[in-house]
């Protein structure tokens, strides 16, 4: 059906060409031009090449737009020339002239932009109207009321889009008129003097509001509505809209000028919007509403209640057969749901619209399995079709959309994990736990989270901080345990000490057990319950066949990053093959676990020492071997606990490779807060005196202070100035390992050495843990699989890979680090801070701790690049947040990495973005072959 764009014989006085018409089963323009005609004057042109019936039009091009405002707001040189002469073309088609005041041409003038942009835009219907041309449209129609009507209702549109009246100016004034009629009276039952009446008075409120008389003259009409479409490109819900779906802001609008169709004409007449399928559900059957004796605006607005879709087959049997046709036919050709609006005059149908429809998440899923199976598309194409974020939304609880209309928004911050969460107020962790025991569902809400507030932010439903971003310890753990989390809420005032919190740009406040509802996927707070909707993946075959389809297409492996068992479970059944990144810190700070490592810790380091001072033969004192043995006490009951976690996360991951990296954070993360702790101190030394403990402990925490502990001894440096760490680390990984395999599993090790910057730090490293390993293996008598492999996350480290690359069988990207290194940024600071102030003024096109930063993937190219030059074999991933966002997967396959790692809860959207971006490479290498 699609076929070149045709040149037209009309001469045109622009230096470009602006302008593309159709009329009488022929068009200027086709489906595919989109980028110039927009979606409306797009489909208008398709659909009248299909022999559709379409009313003559013409589309003023999105470049023209472009270029007016380039021009200061001015149309283009020649282009009202070649408006004129394509309004003098519509006139032949129809046989009506625009302003003729016998046989009058009207025109409707829309917005259509290349993207679907639902009632962002504006439209103006009736345009051509005045004293002069309504007596003529009255004469021809005999219907002296359906003249005034469409009289009163172009007065109102233009007052209100063109010359910029506000609506309740107007509608205030209607419903007068209609209350006089009775409380229930509708627009259907205002009779003519009414009209009359109404249409005289908006004429004064225009001339009232604006200082100038409503315009008469059809052209000065048709220029002041083209100019009015135009701007609404830049109107604050347009500009609002493409921002929430990143559409970009120089694509302009194209205008449309299409010959007026009335449905106000009578019972025979009507007016409707309908979907070749449910948006809402998927179901393969027509949807939408009509309503008779109506103008287009009338449905949109609510004025009256339409009908269902499938009550026009009792109405207008005939109509209803020849809609539902067109509808299978265009969804045969679009090979995709459609959107469709359209007129019925006296008895005729008018396709108005064709374009691809919005849809739910439920809906878009089961639409694109449907038509699988329906041979209509590809399963490729399917693939394709699912936004990542709709994956998303079917996995997260979500709260109903009609509770959302009514409900008391608190604050906005950062929507850091996905989901919705209801629950009362409380604002320590401990107290959430109490709560949870007793029955209770809570929302944790803290200034900001730390390791010590796990334990309440795995009890409460979600988590609120009024600090921290994307990548902050509250977004981080939430995503990992999968709850709804929002962060940077800088708005939010939080009051420990009265256990209250509020808002002072909303002046609303919420105390300790007041419900409250958390979107995490939209960064909302709400007062009070809000009712949820929940979804679960076993439910959900639709979501699984896209899942499958997407796994046979994808290059990628999808990995998860899971420290637990029940969390490499959980990842295995939402379809992840391995583990990228295991955390073995985490298991640290389980219930008992805490106080045995601060045990170690208040030791560490002089244990160290006299253990070098026994490797040279020197004498020990009595208390030194005592802090040795009190040390190595500890290390052993921390070695046994480890090697039960790993036993349990390689069952739960049999036959599937775990990547478990080694102690990473600096020891003080493990301690008390050093100012908390000197409080402690001094307040205790003042009342009757400190413990030794307490001393004890303050002076270790101040040994172990620095200025910026994220660049100081932490990672692999920890392991090197400590080596027992990481001694004991390797010890219960292989021996968990021996364990499994003689239980008959098959046991995977992957062990990462974390934040190299130098080739020798991870060849010490290595030799010490080879020798580990080989001692543990040679002991059992059991030989298994392990390697030795680091993170990349250090900027030297991945301008050194191919010096690194000969001591390491794999290289992981830690791109949290790497980026707040390549940036110099401080996450959690500038997340806090001055970060969301960049994205928001475009000094940063995006979040760089959110979606990959093109100069921190080119250094993971480079790293890539050295790394495999030097060992082909060399295995690469990626296990920093960024291997759940769809933007950074891609630009993943394209530096060609093995594997993207997420949270548990991101494995089906890896899944899909990765299948996403090999189609995208395969795409881009076909193009650059032709």
């Known amino acids: 059906m699609t076929v070149a764009p045709t040149t037209s014989d009309r001469a045109h006085k622009a230096a470009k060409r602006y302008i593309y018409a159709w009329g009488d089963g022929a068009a200027e323009g086709n489906g595919e031009m989109k980028d110039f005609l927009g979606g409306k004057g797009a489909g208008l042109a398709e659909m009248t090449r299909a022999g559709l019936p379409t009313p003559p039009g013409f589309t003023i091009t999105t470049e023209a737009c472009n270029d007016y405002f380039a021009a200061g707001e001015t149309l283009p040189d020649g282009l009202w020339d070649d408006v004129l002469e394509a309004m003098r073309e519509v006139e032949a088609r129809t046989g009506k002239g625009f302003g003729d005041p016998t046989n009058p041409l009207l025109v409707s003038v829309r917005s259509g932009a290349k993207f679907s942009m639902p009632g962002m835009m504006d439209t103006v219907l009736n345009l051509g109207l005045n004293e002069a041309t309504l007596k003529g449209l009255i004469d021809l129609t005999g219907n002296e009321r359906f003249g005034w009507d469409a009289y009163r209702r172009f007065i109102q549109m233009f007052g209100r889009i063109v010359l910029g009246v506000k609506a309740e100016r107007f509608d205030e004034l209607l419903e007068e008129r209609k209350h006089a009629h009775g409380p229930d009276a509708r627009d259907t039952d205002l009779t003519v003097d009414d009209l009359k009446a109404l249409a005289g008075e908006f004429k004064t409120v225009v001339k009232e509001d604006t200082g100038r008389d409503f315009p008469t003259d059809p052209y000065e009409q048709l220029d002041l509505a083209i100019k009015a479409v135009f701007a609404s490109w830049f109107g604050k819900r347009a500009r609002d809209y493409r921002n929430s779906q990143k559409i970009a802001h120089d694509l302009g609008t194209a205008v449309n000028v299409v010959t007026m169709v009335f449905g106000n004409m009578g019972d025979d007449s009507g007016t409707g919007v309908a979907f070749t399928r449910d948006p809402n559900s998927g179901a393969n059957e027509l949807f939408g509403e009509y309503l008779t004796n109506a103008q287009g605006e009338d449905v949109v607005a609510g004025i009256r209640t339409p009908a269902k879709i499938s009550h026009l087959a009792d109405d207008m049997p005939d109509v209803y057969d020849e809609f539902q046709r067109i509808g299978e036919q265009l969804e045969r050709h679009y090979r ?39 041979g209509l598309i590809s399963e490729a194409e399917a693939v394709a079709r699912i936004e990542p974020t709709q994956v998303d939304q079917l996995l997260r609880a979500t709260f109903d959309p009609k509770a959302l209309k009514d409900a008391t928004r608190i604050v906005k911050g950062l929507n850091a994990s996905p989901g919705a969460a209801v629950g009362r107020a ?243 993360e493990f301690l008390p807060n050093l100012e908390e702790q000197l409080v402690k101190v001094t307040r205790a030394e003042a009342s009757g005196g400190a413990s030794a403990e307490d001393q004890e402990l303050l002076r270790t ?126 996450r959690d600071d500038a997340e806090g801070g001055f970060l969301l102030k960049y994205v928001e003024d475009k000094i940063l096109p995006v979040n760089p701790f959110q979606t990959l930063d093109d100069a921190v993937a080119d250094l993971m190219r480079i790293a890539v690049e050295k790394g495999r030059g030097a060992r082909p074999d060399l295995e690469v991933g990626i296990c920093g947040e960024h291997g759940g966002d769809p933007e950074s997967i891609a630009k993943c396959e394209r530096i060609g990495l093995d594997y993207v790692s997420c949270s548990p809860f991101r494995v089906p959207v890896a899944r899909l973005a990765a299948a996403q971006a090999t189609l995208a490479a395969r795409a881009s290498l076909a193009e650059r072959d032709k």
């Open 426 to 668: 409380v604002f320590d962790a401990d107290t959430a736990v109490e709560w949870v025991d007793r029955g209770e569902r809570v929302i944790l809400v803290r200034i900001e989270t730390s390791p010590d507030d796990f334990h309440g932010m795995a009890a409460a439903e979600g988590i609120i901080t009024a600090r921290g971003g994307a990548t902050s310890h509250a977004a981080v753990v939430a995503r990992q345990i999968g709850k709804p989390c929002v962060a940077g809420s800088a708005d939010l005032a939080i009051d420990y000490a009265r256990d209250a919190a509020s808002c002072a740009r909303t002046g609303i406040s919420f105390r300790e057990g007041d419900w409250i509802s958390l979107d995490g996927t939209t960064g909302d707070l709400y007062l009070g319950q809000l009712p949820t909707v929940q979804a679960r993946f076993e439910d959900q075959p639709e979501l699984q066949q896209i899942l499958d389809w997407a796994d046979d297409i994808r290059r990628m492996g999808g990995w998860t990053n899971a420290d637990k068992p029940e969390e490499a479970a959980q990842a295995r059944g939402y379809g992840a093959e391995g583990i990228g990144l295991c955390r073995t810190e985490h298991m640290f700070r389980e219930g008992e676990r805490l106080e045995i490592v601060r045990g170690a810790i208040l030791v560490a380091a002089a244990a160290t020492r006299v253990k070098a001072k026994a490797a040279a033969g020197e004498t020990l004192e009595a208390e030194e071997r005592e802090a040795v043995a009190t040390f190595d006490a500890a290390m052993a009951v921390l070695e046994k606990l480890q090697q039960g976690d790993f036993e349990g996360i390689f069952r739960a991951m049999d036959g599937l490779p775990v990547v478990i990296r080694l102690i990473d954070p600096p020891l003080h």
């Open 336 to 374: 995709d749901v459609q959107d469709l609006e359209f007129t019925i005059e006296r008895g005729r149908l008018y396709m108005l619209q064709t374009r691809s429809a919005k849809r739910t998440a439920a809906a878009a899923v089961k639409i694109a399995v449907d038509m699988v199976r329906e």
């Open 701 to 826: 925490i101040k040994s172990m202070h620095e200025q910026n502990p994220m660049l100081g001894l932490r990672g692999v440096r920890l392991g090197l100035m400590i080596p027992d760490f990481v001694k004991v680390q390797t010890r219960a990984i292989l021996n968990a390992q021996i364990a499994v395999k003689q239980a008959g599993g098959n046991p995977i090790a992957k062990i990462m050495i974390p934040l190299v910057g130098h080739v020798n730090e991870l060849a010490r490293t290595r030799e010490l843990l080879e020798a580990e390993a080989q001692a543990v293996e040679e002991a059992a008598g059991v030989e298994v699989d392990y390697k030795f492999g680091t993170m990349i996350e250090v900027p030297r480290g991945a301008l050194t890979a191919d010096e690194i690359a000969k001591e390491a069988s794999f290289f992981s990207f830690g791109t949290n680090d790497l980026t707040q290194m390549t940036f110099g940024y401080s």
